[in-house]
C-alpha cells in the first residue's frame, strides 16, 4: 500500500551538476598547487599521489 510518497531518486538539477563540475575543478587544481609545491620539496611519492588526485577529479567533471 502506498501513500502518495515517491520512492524514485531524485534527479540533480542542471545547476547542481555545473556546481558539482565546478568543485571537482577547483579540487584538481588545489591538488595540481599541492603536488607542484611537494615536487618543489622533492616529495616525490606524494606529488605523484596528488597528481593522482588531480587527474581522478578531471575526470570525474568529464564523465
Known amino acids: ?18 556546481e558539482a ?6 579540487a584538481a587544481t588545489l591538488y595540481a598547487l599541492a603536488a607542484h609545491d611537494a615536487e618543489q620539496q622533492g616529495d616525490e611519492p606524494r606529488a605523484r599521489d596528488l597528481w593522482q588526485r588531480a587527474h581522478q577529479n578531471l575526470a570525474g567533471v568529464q564523465a
Open 21 to 26: 563540475a565546478d568543485l571537482d575543478r577547483m
Open 1 to 18: 500500500m502506498t501513500h502518495g510518497t515517491s520512492h524514485q531518486p531524485h534527479q540533480p538539477t542542471p545547476e547542481a551538476l555545473a
